[in-house]
């Protein structure tokens, strides 16, 4: 009876064992952070966003700025933060030390506390030497750096917070296809040496963003394969080193421009890597979950490159969809969020890379606007104003998914115009003067939704709300009043 006992004792350690060993697995990888930005005519109150990365095990973020509703919301938290700094702040910060000192006072030493947010790297621009344009900042980026690390060190943070430029891939080249004749661009070339010589010798991070997707938008003869991480793909054979896939390749390009440059162990972080899932006929659901389900069982092996081996730190891009991003990349620039705008997961994603099929944990308290939709009026009459109609519609709304092999790009003609007013009217806080169009639209509380193709309804963020309040407290208040 004794050694049954111990046998059911021994069974049931074995199971706790195991479901323990299941929870760790479960866990979101350590080196996998996301990009939280906010350039959506809705954001999701931060307070929402932040109880979403903590239920969800994400203990890493990236910042486009550090605008105070954010930062305030991720006071306690201890997730870790790339707080940064916009290029239009360059030129200012690179002219006096004085404001890179304001900068590090207000938007650091502030949060910087214990029990306040943990933040681990000041981003000073973000790819600033992009080519496309044409040199603005060329002059006052590494100042910038200069001077934010100068006033990070004299406010005692410098040992624990440490600066870096988020660069696009862009700034090195390979005049041959493969990673070891990679370089830094050169143009540039000069400017990237100083760079990474100082990156280094204050302990800090070269951080890049790589695109595999953009690879194959660019290129129509693109192998599509080699954008993913399976095997299947033909790779390219380096003196030895074989690459089955873009990111692999492209990481090992920048290692090899940072070993010719003399410093061939600064520390790589991969500040933006992701799928966009419409806007392109490539941008969909089903390719993103392909290549994060690749990324991700690849970072859960720590198997690194070629070129370096080992665990890499990885920031997704991004996490929430952005309606209010410039397009002139292309329509899929505002459809990058593992989530949509509403704070729900698009596809499974197991954040631990052990290939589960789950989806995240949607955001919690989310309110919407009334259930009603912005359609074509199809009993009007003058149909004169109708392309200028619609195009306006389009330049202040967003109809990114209407284009071909996008997830709206199947609706019929009538069918198009309501999804531009409607996106018209949603963006505008379903105002009923943006439901008019002289004549051409309505307002209908029926699901004016399509197959696959979502008509939006847009929720309250923190100004919609304060503003519909406001206008039900003013209704209220002329009701009473007239009585």
Known sequence: MARRSQTVMLLIALSAIFALSRMVNAETLSTIGVNWGT??????PPTIVV????????????????????????????IEVMVGIPNAQLDRISSKYSHAKDWVKNNVTQYFKDGGVNIKYVAVGNEPFLESYNGSYLTTTFPALQNIQKALDEAGHGDKIKVTVPLNADVYASSSNTPSSGAFRSDIEDLMNQIVHFLKEKGSAFVVNIYPFLSLYQNAG???DYAFFGTGSRGINDNGKQYTNVFDANFDTLAWALKKAGVPDLKIIVGEVGWPTDGDKNANNDMAKKFYDGLLKKMAKKVGTPMRPGPVDVYLFGLIDEDSKSILPGNFERHWGILTYDGKPKFPMDLSGQGNDKYLIAAKGIQYLPAQWCVFNNEAKNL?????????????????????GSSCNNLNSEGNISYAFNMYFQMSDQDVR??????????????????????????????????????????????????
Do not use: E
Request: include cysteine; aromatic fraction near 8%.
């Open 39 to 44: 350039q959506m005519t809705h954001p999701i």
């Open 51 to 78: 109880d979403m990365l903590k239920a969800n095990g994400i203990k890493k973020v990236k910042l486009f700025d550090a605008d105070d509703w954010t930062m305030s919301a991720l006071v306690g938290t201890d």
């Open 222 to 224: 693109f192998p599509v």
């Open 384 to 404: 004169s104003s109708l392309s200028a109609d619609i195009d306006y519609a389009c330049s202040l709304g967003d109809c990114t998914s209407l284009g071909y």
């Open 434 to 483: 943006a439901c008019d169009f002289r004549g051409l639209a309505k307002i209908v509380d029926r699901n004016a939704s399509q197959k696959d193709c979502l008509f939006p309804v847009q929720i309250i963020s923190a100004g919609t709300r304060t503003a519909v309040t406001k206008a039900m407290f003013l209704g209220l208040l002329a009701a009473l009043l007239f009585v």
